[in-house]
C-alpha cells in the first residue's frame, strides 16, 4: 500500500509563502494522480490541488492563482508551493493518489503537516 510523508508547514504571516513536499512509498506513485487535501479544525478533509502523471493539473477554486502543484516522478514526489497565504488556508495538508481526480484514495493517510496563517 502506497504511504505519503508530508513535510514543509509552518507558521507563516499572510502574504506569505511555504512549500510543501510530500515522500510516497509504493510502486504506484507514477501511475496515478497525486493531490494536495487540507483539513482544517471542524470541518472535512477537501481536495485543494491534484495533477496527473502528465503534469495536468487542477485546483478548487479558492486557491487558484496562488498554490502550484508539481510532481518528480523519479523521486516519487509531490510539493505543493503556497503564495499569497491567506488565514483561512490554515489547516493540516495531507497528500494522497488517486485513480482520478475527486476519486477514492489510494493509499493510507499520513501525518500531514500543519500550516498555520496569521493575519
Known amino acids: 500500500q502506497v504511504q505519503f510523508v508530508e513535510s514543509g508547514g509552518g507558521l507563516v504571516q499572510a502574504g506569505g509563502s511555504l512549500r510543501l513536499s510530500c515522500a510516497a512509498s509504493g510502486s504506484t506513485f507514477s501511475r496515478n494522480v497525486m493531490g494536495w487535501y487540507r483539513q482544517a479544525p471542524g470541518k472535512q478533509r477537501e481536495l485543494v490541488a491534484a495533477?496527473?502523471?502528465?503534469?495536468?493539473?487542477n485546483y478548487q477554486y479558492s486557491v487558484k492563482g496562488r498554490f502550484t502543484i508539481s510532481r518528480d516522478n523519479a523521486k516519487n514526489t509531490v510539493y505543493l508551493q503556497m503564495n499569497s497565504l491567506k488565514p483561512e488556508d490554515t489547516a493540516v495538508y495531507y497528500c494522497?493518489?488517486?485513480?482520478?481526480?475527486?476519486?477514492?484514495?489510494?493509499?493510507?493517510w499520513g501525518q500531514g503537516t500543519q500550516v498555520t496563517v496569521s493575519s
Open positions: 495533477i496527473s502523471y502528465g503534469g495536468t493539473t
Open positions: 494522497n493518489a488517486m485513480t482520478v481526480i475527486g476519486g477514492p484514495v489510494l493509499g493510507s
